[in-house]
């Protein structure tokens, strides 16, 4: 269970090198989906774009 502990490893680095893993559980980790909807605030991800 230790791995558990770790996940999503946000703070491991090479954060940029698991991007896609990362996205892959999006909708089922609540941790990963609240990171990534605060880093869309700090990058200025615009919301509203088509």
């Given at each position: 269970?230790?791995?558990?502990?770790?996940?999503?490893?946000?703070?491991?680095?090479?954060f940029?090198?698991?991007?896609?893993?990362?996205?892959?559980?999006?909708?089922?980790?609540?941790?990963?989906?609240?990171?990534?909807?605060?880093?869309?605030?700090?990058?200025?991800?615009?919301?509203?774009?088509?």
């Amino acid at each position: 269970f230790a791995g558990c502990r770790e996940f999503p490893a946000l703070h491991v680095p090479g954060f940029r090198n698991r991007l896609f893993t990362t996205f892959m559980h999006y909708e089922r980790c609540p941790i990963i989906f609240n990171v990534m909807e605060q880093l869309k605030d700090v990058i200025g991800f615009d919301r509203d774009a088509q």
